[in-house]
T-cell receptor, first 109, second 116 residues
Framework: GQQLNQSPQSMFIQEGEDVSMNCTSSSIFNTWLWYKQEPGEGPVLLIALYKAGELTSNGRLTAQFGITRKDSFLNISASIPSDVGIYFCAGPTGNQFYFGTGTSLTVIP | EAGVTQFPSHSVIEKGQTVTLRCDPISGHDNLYWYRRVMGKEIKFLLHFVKESKQDESGMPNNRFLAERTGGTYSTLKVQPAELEDSGVYFC??????????????FGSGTRLTVV
């Protein structure tokens, strides 16, 4: 099946810093999704991207759909402690989502 | 509206025992999905129900796993007998319109299963 690789695997940053993470796929996706999972909770959708080259923002979050349709990037500006969690990229195919391996983010106050 | 509810939230069982996980989807959601995340790896699809019918069970690891959704409401996922590699977090998700409406696709908090 499709494989989505995320990097970095984990990040430890100071509050106020900007964060960048990315996701690459072995296959083309027509839609890219970014989810956040907080401790003890299920994944929650942050941003959906529908077109190659698209840049979409949601508050301090900005995500881009790569031109090749095989990658996507998520940036978080001016991080705050509540940004802590695991961020997953995902690509829907048919009735299921393929998820990446996740980037664990820790924000140090 | 109530979200997707899963229980138990945690389960620790011995290898060879049986465990049953339960998922209550959002009321009215015909589509119900099970996913699993093994420690440090990706969240992987297990199967998809439309009402009480299995639409796609291509992600089920082996025949030790049995999912049911009698009456098209809640679903159970039984692991029998459990093995060490079954440990992980099992997520359930439900949606009204399948994967077409991504913002309407809601995950539960998951069941953390530990097999010792």
């Amino acid at each position: 099946g499709q494989q989505l690789n995320q990097s970095p695997q984990s990040m430890f940053i100071q509050e106020g810093e900007d964060v960048s993470m990315n996701c690459t796929s072995s296959s083309i996706f027509n839609t890219w999704l970014w989810y956040k999972q907080e401790p003890g909770e299920g994944p929650v959708l942050l941003i959906a991207l529908y077109k190659a080259g698209e840049l979409t923002s949601n508050g301090r979050l900005t995500a881009q759909f790569g031109i090749t349709r095989k990658d996507s990037f998520l940036n978080i500006s001016a991080s705050i402690p509540s940004d802590v969690g695991i961020y997953f990229c995902a690509g829907p195919t048919g009735n299921q989502f393929y998820f990446g391996t996740g980037t664990s983010l820790t924000v140090i106050p | 509206e109530a979200g997707v509810t899963q229980f138990p939230s945690h389960s620790v069982i011995e290898k060879g025992q049986t465990v049953t996980l339960r998922c209550d989807p959002i009321s009215g959601h015909d589509n119900l999905y099970w996913y699993r995340r093994v420690m440090g790896k990706e969240i992987k699809f297990l199967l998809h129900f439309v009402k009480e019918s299995k639409q796609d069970e291509s992600g089920m690891p082996n025949n030790r796993f049995l999912a049911e959704r009698t009456g098209g409401t809640y679903s159970t996922l039984k692991v029998q007998p459990a093995e060490l590699e079954d440990s992980g977090v099992y997520f359930c998700a439900s949606s009204l319109h399948g994967t077409g409406n991504f913002y309407g696709y809601t995950f539960g908090s998951g069941t953390r299963l530990t097999v010792v």
